[in-house]
């Protein structure tokens, strides 16, 4: 089966256009571009007459067809030809390459050999040919025939809210209607296919549940299943175009790789014109000397172009201003003093863009409400109106002013503990999502989450609206109940519990699906006080901080001691960077020894871990104290974007704990590594015995990377007694407590390996102690230390009865960084009468409300230990 394409190319023989040429430009005349049109220069000849055609064969069954292709040079605008065609593709199931296999016919137009075409080179034709597909290929199987028929057009584009220009939902234009493609079995091999279709080289990553916001109309494809090198989303496997069982909160969206397939100019943007919003800032009019952040109230300005443009304030009204409100990261808007601006702006130069702006307040962005753009000069335009102005309300954690902070304190001691909380994130306003029922902390599955449920949580939280609704477990997986599932807020609820949800099953969700957010949070700055130098990436370096100011306005930029600098301030180091967790805290980088700064300007840094700012930290202000003051003992840090997350399973303790009385003769190696209590070295060795509280602890890491050794293997010590390596000095503290938190007994286990005793279905086990092999606990892996091992108890000779609390924290020196360290303690109440004992209540340390555990504990507890 042949057919012929037929091809003009020199753009100097191309003097004019027939009618029939422009309107099937234009896209008009539909019955007239359904035949065969051939344009025609003006001197009445045929395109073909002065060139050679050139021939595209294909010899396959299975065959589509491309119509009206429309050929373009370099980008540069000038048609090189117009022809309409029939154009038979047969793609290729095996061999080299991909997408169509066709063959390609040329003619030399002269002796010297180039071609017919007007100097294309092969690759030129290649790219072209791609692009031409991309833009114009049928979908629509057809049988071969004389007459072209008209069929559905395949283009893409990209849409939705907040994105930049290379991501956003993926949508499709199929048979005269756009529409969406559900994620369902959506894999980065689709995303691969359909960035290409877009214009870029490849797929960076991929979006589910209406990430980029719901689309609208058809879905026209579900279930779709590429192998990453199709030349069509149409040649990978799908339930059929239209047949989808999926809502649109399921579109599927995508992230190329921001490099463009040469040769490809056809523009990716859904909006048109400029027709879109993506940069939104308040621009404050009153200011005094330095401007005080954040910035609360303010004219609403747009981005466009280069500039900043202003809103037409007609028809604006609250649900407009919650929406900018929660944008800028504040959870509610209040009333403007409108006097004021319009006497302000009344003697400026304004630039409108938007007018007739329309929110329901539900919105995540700007860009999902209803707008219209101003053409042309907008100098002129609002008529009587003025800028939009908008006055936010800040969280807690940005409140401004005594009075505020004053207030927002009153609000919080009357409505007692928040009843929803964020776990396990880097950033300030991400985490996990847990709610509080019956006195314990539980998380929310994942179906049908979308914005407007996470946007309640973090208004709810003193945040502004969601930037993301996480799915999955992107922010490590909790423990406990899921208390929640298939939430759906409407968005102008006060709290998630006001929200519609479907009671759970065991079998509706796992921890594997716990949901989790992204707030908008207020812009404060911070991160232009600090900075990294000397690093091989931009994950490390050392710390530099600004402090006053110095030459021109600059900021005076300065060292940290290194002196008590540990894993904590790295955490609040990296946070401040927007750099996620931190991997290490160094106390010396004389190896990073890259920067001419030299003088130290903070020490005694004292972090909780939780501050946004290093500043926020105890430090010794400008009573600077650091006996070792050269750049060598400057503090230093790792960042890294995950991090793992150890708990211990708690029902695990305390089903097996027990009493046993030990003979002394068989402590010897326990003694040598100081497993015993004190009193144990006066005793009548080898007569005698210890008596032993033992239990089994099985420490999981639920995070998101695995759990490491600080130490390198280099300075693993060896230990005769147990014949493996320990990579950690303290790994686990085992304590008995009194109920008013004095410590009456402890664990004495010196030295751990670490390794993988068990995974979860499809986790490989990667680290094991034997034969000196690498050490740590991988993500969805557990370590085990079973009952009947050396040191794995308390000794409680010397204990009395009594009621106590048995505590275990796992990593209580903090030595390797986590994502989470408030759930590494887990506490028993136990009952001990002298000869047999009572483990029981043993939960995590953060799982229970503040009320219970002050009943199960009836002490402040010890920062130390991590009780919380």
């Known amino acids: 089966m042949v057919r012929i394409l037929e091809w003009a190319p020199h753009q100097e023989q191309q003097q004019g256009w027939s009618k029939a040429c422009k309107e099937a430009e234009r896209g008009v005349g539909q019955q007239e571009r359904s035949k065969r049109t051939t344009c025609a220069s003006e001197n009445g000849k045929s395109d073909v007459d002065n060139e050679s055609p050139v021939s595209l064969t294909a010899q396959d069954t299975d065959t589509e067809r491309v119509r009206r292709g429309r050929w373009y040079r370099n980008g540069e605008g ?3 030809g117009c022809r309409e065609f029939t154009w038979q593709l047969s793609w290729a199931g095996h ?6 296999r066709a063959q390609l016919g040329m003619s030399l137009g002269n002796s010297e050999g180039h071609t017919a075409m007007g100097g294309w080179a092969w690759p030129e034709l290649l790219v072209l040919l791609g692009s031409v597909w991309l833009w114009v290929g049928s979908a629509h199987p057809t049988a071969p025939g004389p007459t072209p028929h008209p069929g559905p057009q395949l283009r893409f584009r990209l849409a939705g809210y907040p994105r930049k220009h290379n991501e956003g939902r993926v949508e499709v234009f199929y048979n005269d209607e756009w529409g969406t493609i559900c994620d369902d079995d959506f894999t980065l091999s689709n995303a691969h296919v359909l960035c290409r279709h877009l214009g870029f080289v490849a797929a960076t990553g991929w979006a589910h549940s209406a990430k980029y916001g719901k689309g609208v109309g058809r879905i026209w494809l579900d279930n779709v299943n590429c192998a990453g090198t199709e030349k069509s989303i149409g040649d990978c496997k799908h339930r059929g175009w239209g047949n989808s069982d999926c809502s649109h909160e399921e579109d599927a969206g995508v992230v190329c790789k921001d490099e463009r397939i040469p040769g490809f100019k056809d523009s990716n943007v859904i909006e048109t014109e ?3 919003v993506e940069e939104v800032r308040l621009r404050p009019v009153v200011s005094g000397g330095r401007r005080q952040l954040p910035v609360t109230e303010g004219i609403v300005e747009v981005r466009y172009k280069d500039s900043w443009a202003q809103i037409c304030d007609q028809g604006w009204d609250s649900h407009n201003s919650r929406v900018v409100c929660g944008m800028m990261g504040f959870p509610a808007e209040k009333k403007v003093n409108r006097n004021f601006y319009r006497l302000f702006t009344e003697r400026q130069q304004l630039n409108y863009r938007l007018h007739s702006v329309s929110c329901t307040g539900t919105e995540v962005h700007l860009s999902m409400c209803s ?6 000069n907008s100098s002129a335009a609002c008529g009587a109106g003025m800028p939009a102005v908008v006055s936010c309300v800040p969280g807690p954690l940005f409140a401004t002013g005594n009075g505020h902070k004053k207030k927002q304190r009153q609000q919080q001691q009357q409505q007692g503990q928040p009843r929803i909380r964020l776990k396990g994130g880097a950033r300030v306003g991400e985490g996990r999502v847990e709610v509080l029922k019956s006195n ?9 989450w979308n914005l407007q449920s996470a946007s309640v949580v973090c208004r709810e939280l003193g945040f502004g609206s969601a930037k993301e609704a996480l ?11 899921i208390h929640l599932n298939e939430v759906q807020c409407r968005g102008t609820e006060k709290s998630l519990w006001n929200c519609p949800s479907r009671n759970i099953t065991q079998e509706d969700c796992k921890h594997s699906e716990d949901a989790a957010v992204r707030c908008n949070i207020p812009y404060m700055g911070y991160e232009n006080l600090i900075r990294l130098s000397g690093g091989r990436s931009r994950f490390e370096g050392r710390v530099e901080v600004a402090v006053g100011a110095g030459d021109g306005d600059q900021p005076r930029w300065g060292l940290v001691c290194g002196e008590g600098w540990g894993t904590l301030e790295a955490m609040v180091a990296c946070r401040q960077l927007g750099l996620g967790f931190a991997n290490h ?5 004389w190896y990073w020894d890259a920067s001419n700064v030299t003088e130290m300007v903070m020490s005694g840094v004292k972090c909780a871990g939780h501050e946004m700012s290093l500043s926020h930290c105890q430090h010794h202000g400008t009573s600077l104290s650091c006996r070792n003051t050269g750049t060598r003992f400057a503090a230093g840090v790792i960042c890294s974007e995950t991090a793992s997350d150890l708990l211990l399973h708690a029902p695990l303790v305390q089903e097996t704990a027990y009493i046993e009385d030990r003979p002394l003769h068989m402590l010897y190696c326990a003694a040598e590594e100081n497993c015993l209590a004190s009193s144990a070295r006066l005793a009548n060795w080898p007569y005698g015995h210890r008596r032993l509280l033992r239990f089994s602890s099985q420490i999981h890491n639920r995070g998101r990377a695995d759990f490491r050794p600080k ?3 280099h300075s693993w010590v060896w230990h005769e007694c147990h014949r493996h390596y320990h990579s950690m000095d303290i790994f686990t503290h085992y304590d008995i407590l009194t109920p008013n938190g004095t410590k009456v007994a402890e664990g004495h286990k010196a030295s751990f390996c670490l390794e993988d005793t068990e995974c979860e279905e499809d986790v490989a086990k990667r680290y094991e102690c034997a034969n000196f092999g690498e050490q740590g606990i991988t993500v969805g892996c557990w370590d085990l230390y079973r009952h009947d091992i050396d040191c794995q108890w308390i000794d409680i000779t010397d204990v009395k009865p009594g009621n106590y609390i048995l505590q275990v924290v796992i990593n209580p020196n903090f030595e390797v960084a986590e994502s989470d360290f408030t759930n590494n303690a887990m506490k028993c109440n136990c009952k001990y009468d002298g000869h047999r004992i009572w483990v029981h209540s043993c939960h995590i340390g953060d799982a229970l409300s503040e009320e219970a555990n002050k009943r199960f504990e009836q002490y402040p507890g010890q920062l130390n230990n991590q009780i919380s």
């Open 78 to 80: 000038a048609v090189l």
């Open 95 to 100: 061999g080299k390459g991909f997408g169509p």
């Open 274 to 276: 400029q027709s879109h």
């Open 371 to 376: 707008f219209e753009f101003y053409r042309g």
């Open 440 to 448: 314990e902390w539980g998380t929310v599955c994942d179906d049908r």
């Open 471 to 481: 799915t999955g477990a992107r922010m490590g997986q909790g423990t406990g109940p």
């Open 585 to 589: 805290g160094l106390q010396e980088t």
């Open 711 to 713: 130490a390198g293997r």
